[in-house]
C-alpha cells in the first residue's frame, strides 16, 4: 500500500469520531436552539450519557494517532511542542467541561429547576462551539500539515495564535 494510503486508512478511526462528535454537536444545538419550552427530559438524560463518552473516545484517539506524530516532529519544531502542549490543555478542558455538562443535563432530565434553561443554554452552546473548533483544527490544520509531511516552517504561525 502506498505510504500516504495507509497514513490516510490509520486516521479513519479519527474521521469516525470527529464524525460522532459534530453530530453530537447538531444534536446539543439543537436542544439549546429549543430552549426554554423544548426540553425532553429524557433526551437529556441520553445526551448526558453520551457527551463524556464521545469526548473520552476521542481524546483518546487524537492521543494514540495524532500526538506521537506531532511529537516525533516537535523535535525539530519548538513552534510545534506548544501546540502539543495547547491541545493537551485543551482536552483537560474538555474533560472537566463535560463533565459539567453532564452534570447540568442530569439535573434537568430527572426533573431538577437548575440549572436555568438560560444557562444550560449558555452551557450547550459554549461547549458545542469549542467542540466544533477543536475539530476544524485538528482536521483543516493538523492532519493536512500531517499528510503532506510539513516541517517546522508551517508550524510557526500556529505557536502564535496560542494563548
Known sequence: MH????????FAPLSEIWGEQLALCDALEHMA??????????????LARTIPAVVDRAHKLEELLLFPLLQDRAAASPALAAVIDRLR????????YA???YDAL???????????????G???RTFFAAMRRHIWFDRDVLMPLLLAGSG???FVDLSRSAP
Do not use: I, N
Not at 439535573?107 to 444550560?120: D, F, V, Y
Open 3 to 10: 505510504a500516504r494510503a495507509a497514513e490516510t486508512q490509520s
Open 33 to 46: 436552539d429549543a430552549l426554554p419550552a423544548g426540553l425532553d427530559k429524557l433526551h437529556c438524560l441520553r
Open 89 to 96: 490543555y485543551e482536552h483537560l478542558e474538555d474533560d472537566a
Open 99 to 101: 463533565e459539567e455538562l
Open 106 to 120: 442530569s439535573a434537568r432530565g430527572w426533573g431538577h429547576p437548575k440549572p436555568s434553561a438560560e444557562t444550560l
Open 122 to 124: 449558555y452551557m450547550l
Open 152 to 154: 517546522e516552517e508551517a
